[in-house]
């Protein structure tokens, strides 16, 4: 039998050089954006690509790459022909046991990450359709079906756990793009699907199942986010619950640094600020192995976020400064893929957040817009939120025809992004603008804010 283990891609490994894999992923994404081609790469991706995973990368990631380095062919950055690599997916496909569900092809949008090519690797995708802001179910291997047709007991396999891996990928990339409101019913069925196949796949042992549980955890956390960012923080916390209790039984420290996080973020969101601090306090403590300086400064600012609700303003100092102690530190392989978020701007928005919460207006619009001018546009979704952010701080401090202008720039993006945090915080504006109604800038910014606010409401 000929072997198929992976060989490491040393050629691709070098031309990383000294970035993380992170930042490589990054630079990927920019030079794709030049071109006009649009990629989900992570730091996931750069890591199965050097890992010899990903023999051959699809026709999207084949350009972006050549235009990142040119003169160089596929051969030069390590790649297997494609030929060869199309001819294995074929012989895979042809010896897959469960037989495949039609799905439509994803939106042009949305390049594949798979690892084979986009004709053969239908098994690894999660689909997605319906314009901008839907997901379809992720096909796990046995098609779109709904749990209660999961057979059982049945062996998970890589192809089912690579198809539960990317769905969470999908899920955060749109998530970025337009926000939370129009993804959240439909990514409920892929992570339904999810834990029928942990209940299902009985026989999975190893790095097959810890991979498994992980990706499962991770959905029931992407999931949560959808759900709290959309304002059902019932929902939310249920599903962060859920994968809290789905790391603790798979041992897996980063998932359950991952549920605490997002579980101080919520309880601070729903006026819980103690249970903020502790939750944030467990998640460093199950971080403190984990290799990841970044990490432990995105707790310590959900640490400070809680102390600032209390309006215990020394130790929110405290925990801000070792935020951004840890944060100079700088990027780390063992970061987690989906603290690609988490960068200077985040740094300061949350920042921004801590000094509103204690009232210091002047500090807050400081940081605020420093998130503003630093974010990448790509990330639709947190340049709105920011500039809303940046909105409420400027009224909240007495700029208001300022304040109008930044709420000028948010409605600018919200064609794009369905957020119903972003939503609260403009008409939480609204009601400090409203009696300066009478100023141009202002009642401009007040009117365009009706109409918009009633444009949705009919849709």
């Known amino acids: 039998m000929v072997s198929t283990r992976a060989v490491p891609n040393l050629t691709f490994r070098r031309l990383r050089g000294r970035r993380s894999p992170g930042e490589f992923a990054a630079a ?16 996931r991706y750069i890591g199965r690509v050097e890992a010899g995973e990903i023999r051959c990368p699809n026709y999207a990631y084949e350009r972006v790459f050549l235009h990142m380095f040119p003169g160089l062919t596929l051969a030069d950055l390590g790649f297997s ?36 090519s986009e004709e053969s690797d239908v098994r690894r995708r999660a689909f997605m359709t319906g314009g901008t802001a839907s997901v379809a179910a992720a096909s796990f291997g046995i098609g779109a079906a709904p749990t209660a047709a999961v057979p059982g007991p049945r062996r998970v396999g890589e192809a089912e756990v690579s198809a539960l891996e990317e769905a969470v990928r999908r899920i955060r990339l749109l998530d970025d793009r337009h926000g939370a409101d129009g993804l959240y019913r439909r990514a409920a069925q892929p992570l339904r699907t999810a834990y029928a196949l942990l209940d299902a796949g009985t026989a999975t042992r190893g790095a ?50 991952h549920a605490f996080c997002n579980t101080s973020f919520l309880a601070r969101d729903a006026g819980r600020h103690r249970e903020a601090v502790r939750a944030a306090q467990a998640g460093r403590r199950a971080a403190r192995d984990l290799g990841s300086p970044r990490l432990l400064s995105l707790l310590a600012l959900r640490e400070a976020g809680g102390w600032a609700g209390l309006g215990d303003r020394t130790d929110c100092e405290q925990s801000l400064g070792q935020a951004h102690t840890l944060f100079e530190r700088g990027p780390s392989d063992s970061d987690p893929e989906w603290m690609s978020f988490f960068g200077e701007p985040e740094l300061e928005a949350l920042e921004a957040q801590c000094r509103a919460a204690l009232g210091d207006w002047s ?53 794009e992004v369905q957020s119903s945090r972003i939503q609260g915080m403009l008409a939480g504006m609204v009601r400090v603008l409203l009696p300066r109604r009478r100023t141009a800038e202002v009642g401009a910014f007040l009117d365009r804010h009706a109409s918009t606010a009633a444009t949705a409401h009919r849709a």
Not at 232 to 242: I, Q
Not at 398 to 406: F, I, N, Q, V
């Open 208 to 257: 097959t199942a810890g991979r498994l549980h992980a990706s499962a955890g991770e959905l029931a956390i992407s999931v949560g986010w959808l759900a709290h960012d959309s304002g059902r923080f019932d929902d939310a916390r249920s599903h962060y619950a859920e994968a809290l209790a789905t790391a603790r039984v798979a041992n897996d420290p980063g998932v359950e640094a």
């Open 363 to 415: 500090a807050a619009t400081r940081h605020a817009y420093r998130a503003t001018v630093l974010q990448d546009p790509h990330f639709t979704r947190n340049l709105a939120l920011y500039r809303a952010e940046l909105a409420v701080d400027l009224a909240r401090s007495g700029s208001l025809d300022e304040a109008a202008a930044a709420g000028h720039r948010v409605l600018d993006l919200m064609d």
């Open 28 to 43: 990927v994404r920019r030079a794709a954006r030049e071109i006009g081609e649009q990629v989900a790469c992570d730091a």
């Open 81 to 116: 022909a494609r030929e060869s690599v199309r001819g294995r997916a074929s012989r895979a496909t042809a010896d897959a046991a469960p037989a495949q569900v039609a799905l439509p092809n994803p939106t042009p949008m949305y390049s594949d990450t798979g690892d084979i």
